[in-house]
């Protein structure tokens, strides 16, 4: 079946501006994770939905960045004022449950000029 | 110091060989690991997912969880040059909402 799907796949955007992730994740997943993967730092954990609970944003880095999941699907992942630090390749994952694997989409990749 | 560590690399071994990779992590109260495969550009594939210490095998991959030492290993049998990508661990524990933390990842390249 179709897998986690990210978009776009690349985003170029200059320092100041406000960016829009957007994650597809598989259907009937009930768990959806957003995360940071950068040179530097690795792959960080950002934000976490599940179901209907409150969203855990405990690794979101600034108030800058927000994140909402509509319907219980699709999410996006919102950065404002981006600085040059956000530059990274943001990636969505998904789980049937939040105990099951994740899996996880292809990426999009953020370059702030 | 990171809560999770892995050898960065780049692994060299010719086709054939069985690749070794490994993670070391401090805390105990990790109870899920896994390992995933990423290729350059593209998002990480899960590989293994493992919940309790011992050994579980899928084809030509072993993983191996020794919580006693707080050491994870991944075996890949007669490595393929399509195997050279980064392997990344990651583990999890439920009362973190199961959100994963992972190694920097390994580097390994299979030459033919």
């Known amino acids: 079946g179709a897998g986690v799907s990210q978009s776009p796949s690349n985003k170029v955007t200059e320092k100041g501006k406000d960016v829009e992730l957007r994650c597809d994740p598989i259907s009937g997943h009930t768990a959806l994770y957003w995360y940071r993967q950068s040179l530097g730092q690795g792959l960080e954990f950002l934000i976490y939905f599940q179901g209907n609970s409150a969203p855990d944003k405990s690794g979101l880095p600034s108030d800058r960045f927000s994140a909402e999941r509509t319907g219980g699907s699709v999410s996006t992942l919102t950065i404002q004022r981006t600085q040059q630090e956000d530059s990274a390749v943001y990636l969505c994952?998904?789980?049937?449950?939040?105990?099951?694997?994740?899996?996880f989409g292809p990426g999009t990749r953020l370059t702030v000029t | 110091q990171k809560e999770v560590e892995q050898d960065p690399g780049p692994l060299s071994v010719p086709e054939g060989a069985i690749v070794s990779l490994n993670c070391t992590y401090s805390n105990s109260a990790f109870q899920y690991f896994m390992w995933y495969r990423q290729y350059s550009r593209k998002g990480p594939e899960l590989l293994m997912y493992?919940?309790?210490?011992g050994n579980k095998e899928d084809g030509r991959f072993t993983a191996q969880v020794d919580k006693s030492s707080k050491y994870i290993s991944l075996f890949i049998r007669d490595s393929q040059p399509s195997d050279s990508a980064t392997y990344l661990c990651a583990m999890s524990y439920k009362a973190a909402g199961n959100k994963l933390t992972f190694g920097g990842g390994t580097r390994v390249l299979v030459k033919p």
């Open positions: 994952a998904s789980s049937l449950a939040r105990d099951d694997e994740q899996y």
């Open positions: 493992t919940y309790s210490s």
